[in-house]
């Protein structure tokens, strides 16, 4: 009797996950129960499950190395995958509430880290809700760099307080982002992107970047070539509405 060939969840030729084994709903409800291990404060984060390499003990207190890039609802991880290279120095966590997702990314990385040796170690994944848990991974002042691309729009004006991108949520986002770290957001619904640039233009600890300032900044070209949705929007002729801002301390 012939036995049938099992279908493999990787790719022979890259060695990378298939997306197609990992497929979940666009989006999630972000104020429904989700059951998920959350540490009860910054500290109790363990580096080493995510960054073995750089951190081969739990708890190492006197490596001075701590997270510095936020993906907020990471999708695939493809922002990751491209920021990993561009800054090998800078540790950097994707935030994923749905855990099909959240296991996809942790295949990739794992798999990019065995066949490029010594690269993709400063990149990984968590599965939690950001809106409700985000000062329990970071202390104030502990981001340079958040990204919200392409988030839930949320349309109906009643689910408006489902937005990852709202008033009260930018006093958590200020408070984890040290002075002079940058949030990047975009979008490619025009109403979604008017309200997250309203909310940062009346937010007293955000300022827009520059023209000049975006022009030279090589992670803003990334956020519509390296992201799924981003490429689809992009193959489809779509417009996209960006919104970047840099924390600020506030006026006396």
Not at 49 to 53: E, F, I, M
């Given at each position: 009797m012939i036995e049938k060939e099992t279908t493999s969840t990787f790719n022979k030729s890259t060695g990378l996950p298939r997306k197609r084994f990992y497929r979940a709903r666009a989006h999630s409800n972000p104020l429904s129960d989700s059951h998920f291990p959350v540490p009860l404060s910054p500290s109790q984060f363990d580096y080493s499950?995510?960054?073995?390499?750089l951190f081969p003990v739990p708890s190492d207190d006197d490596n001075p190395k701590r997270i510095q890039f936020a993906d907020i609802g990471c999708g695939f991880g493809g922002?990751?995958?491209?920021?990993?290279?561009?800054?090998?120095?800078?540790?950097?966590?994707?935030?994923?509430?749905?855990?099909?997702?959240?296991?996809?990314?942790?295949?990739?990385?794992?798999?990019?880290?065995?066949?490029?040796?010594?690269q993709y170690q400063n990149i990984s994944v968590v599965r939690t809700n950001s809106m409700?848990?985000?000062?329990?991974?970071?202390?104030?002042?502990?981001?340079?760099?958040?990204?919200?691309?392409?988030?839930?729009p949320h349309f109906k004006e009643k689910n408006h307080r489902r937005r990852v991108i709202s008033p009260h949520?930018?006093?958590?986002?200020?408070y984890t982002?040290?002075?002079?770290?940058?949030?990047?957001?975009?979008?490619?619904?025009?109403?979604?992107?008017?309200?997250?640039?309203?909310?940062?233009?009346?937010?007293?600890m955000f300022e827009a970047l520059t023209e000049e300032e975006l022009e030279n900044d090589p992670v803003v070209k990334l956020l519509i070539s390296a992201t799924e949705e981003g490429q689809k929007v992009a193959r489809?002729?779509?417009q996209t509405f960006q919104a970047v801002y840099r924390r600020i301390a506030p006026s006396l």
């Open positions: 499950l995510h960054y073995p390499q922002l990751l995958v491209a920021l990993s290279t561009l800054f090998p120095d800078k540790l950097m966590i994707g935030m994923e509430i749905r855990d099909k997702v959240t296991e996809y990314v942790k295949e990739r990385i794992s798999a990019l880290r065995t066949t490029n040796p010594g409700k848990y985000i000062p329990n991974y970071f202390e104030k002042g502990h981001l340079t760099k958040m990204f919200f691309l392409f988030p839930d949520l930018l006093d958590e986002y200020a982002l040290a002075v002079g770290g940058i949030i990047y957001t975009i979008t490619d619904v025009e109403e979604l992107g008017e309200w997250m640039k309203g909310c940062l233009e009346n937010h007293p489809n002729g779509g």
